[in-house]
């Protein structure tokens, strides 16, 4: 069975009972439904939800905690440019490192159906030793401006899977009162032991801002 965790605790991954080639982070939440106001409000589209689109993100960080990579903005055309590509910053716009050592399963814009959400992929095994610690977020898209938060979320998880498919460790985030008015949340780290072992560490830090980019900025080098 996976250990449960809470806020703040860690654990260190064990090797000698997982296989830590790679792990998988999975995340997970379902959207409370809401209670129909009648035939007139369903005609005008109430008593349902609206697309809440949650999106994960990882930062990829140096022994000094910060992104090294920032890569560069790439224009796509009609008006689309993707910032941070080819960076350390792994996300939708930005599906993997460049050495495919840390993958993104991709954008999941509802939450719908069971199991986790989204995922992305840690090759611990090849990853480079200048990266030292894997920080894990999750922002609500638009949630400012669409008046989404995390009040308005259930079974929210994240979890490591082994290389195996065992669940080594799983932290739970439920209906806490100070998540009220939050679009944002550092979830959980991974971070790499002096002697080569690796720890996951539950956060469950909300910030107010629904851009992983304003959170950005407290793990970038002064220019």
């Not at 989404?148 to 929210?156: G, L, P, R, T, V």
Request: charged residues 25%; negative net charge; proline residues 1%.
């Amino acid at each position: 069975m996976a250990i449960i965790l809470q806020k703040g605790q860690s654990i260190d991954l064990n090797k000698d009972t997982h296989d830590l080639s790679a792990i998988t982070i999975g995340l997970g939440w379902d959207i409370k439904k809401e209670k129909s106001g009648g035939f007139l409000s369903r005609i005008l589209g109430g008593g349902k939800n609206q697309n809440f689109d949650m999106d994960t993100i990882a930062f990829v960080l140096d022994e000094n905690g910060k992104v090294r990579n920032m890569g560069y903005d790439k224009d796509l055309g009609k008006g689309r440019v993707v910032k941070l590509f080819a960076s350390d910053v792994v996300y939708f716009h930005n599906l993997k490192l460049m050495d495919g050592t840390v993958q993104h399963s991709g954008d999941n814009r509802t939450g719908e159906g069971d199991g986790d959400d989204e995922q992305i992929y840690v090759k611990l095994s090849a990853l480079h030793s200048g990266y030292h610690k894997i920080l894990f977020l999750v922002c609500i898209y638009q949630g400012i401006k669409l008046g989404h938060d995390f009040s308005k979320i259930e079974n929210a998880f994240i979890r490591a899977v082994d290389a195996k498919g065992k669940e080594i460790v799983r932290y739970k985030l439920s209906g806490d009162p100070q998540f009220v008015g939050m679009h944002a949340m550092l979830f959980a780290e991974v971070v790499r032991e002096p002697n080569g072992g690796w720890k996951f560490r539950a956060l469950g830090e909300p910030r107010e801002s629904d851009s992983f980019v304003d959170i950005l900025q407290d793990y970038v080098y002064d220019v």
